[in-house]
């Protein structure tokens, strides 16, 4: 009895999306009533009956706990029973990331991620091959920086006057120029001013395609959030800042990375004594040697290499614990 009841459920609801669950729970609903209205059984009974089934169809469509849809801060698989993932990333070729930032991570054995503007690599060029020599990464971070026409530095470079086709100009214009220089051909981006559009008003458009076209990662700036490895579009990545920060701040927000199972990118430009857009050296310093410290349970790595590993997982769908 009850089997037919189901196929003539599917038969009334078919195109309608309800699942085999349901049209069991249905039938059975069904049953109880004409055991009330035809039966012996007392009323109680059956009554018992039909609250069972009600029951069972509220925790039969309730979301599974610990499912990709709840949002499970610590889901994501990180290798070698890792917490979070941590990578440290250098806007702009500034000279001071070569003059006093090689010397720190090299002493420490931590590997970074430069985003290099290129005008800016001649003035340093010999110190950014031995970088690329110390297996340091090398990202794409626009030929001449277009960013707002507000900043008056940008006014003349203003990503409002732009379009696709002159913002697609420099990233391939920037990455050859990397290739030529260096020896190296960049798989991820930076976003000047962590701006990611192009134009005015209707006709404003995003280049995030193009970047997602090009690069294994897109890194943003001034973001509010660690990014979620499980969830986050590798074209438009969170990037942290980590100018005028101490230690402490640093470690914070390391931590609270830790908690969710997060991967941070932190954002520097200068390196030297703790500033307006300056890492301070003794502070990164601590932060080198708190991420490689064992006990606190973080990866570190370049932009390249967690970007890839986030990347894999997320096409494998393996991201999410059963």
Known sequence: MLKDRKKSYHREHRGHGESKIAATLFALRDLCGEMLAFSSLPCAIVGMLLLSVSITGVVMAAPQSGSQSQGNPNSFHWPDGKRAAVSLSFDDARTSQVDTGLALFDQRQMKVTFFL?????????????????????????????????????????????????????????????????????????????????????????????????RFLVGRGYLDESANDPGFCDLAQAMGTPFDDLTFDQMKALVDKAAQDGRWIIFVGHEIGQCGFQIT???????????????????????????????????????????
Request: charged share 20%; net charge negative.
């Open 280 to 322: 301070d050296a003794d502070a990164l310093g601590k932060l080198c040697d708190y991420l490689h410290d064992p006990a606190n349970g973080i990866w570190a790595g370049t932009v390249t290499q967690i970007g890839g590993y986030v990347s894999q997982h997320q096409q494998l769908g393996s991201h999410v614990r059963p």
């Open 117 to 213: 503007q290129t005008e800016n690599i001649s003035k340093r060029l010999d110190g950014w091959k031995k970088a690329v020599a110390d297996g340091h990464e090398i990202g794409n971070h626009t030929t001449t920086h277009p960013c707002t026409g507000n900043y008056t530095f940008s006014r003349h470079n203003a990503l409002e006057d732009y379009n696709l086709e002159m913002m697609a100009a420099q990233l391939d214009g920037a990455s050859a120029e990397i290739e030529r220089l260096l020896g190296v051909k960049p798989k991820t981006f930076a976003y000047p001013c962590g701006l990611k559009f192009v134009g005015r008003g209707l006709d404003a458009r995003s280049y995030v395609p193009l970047v997602a076209d």
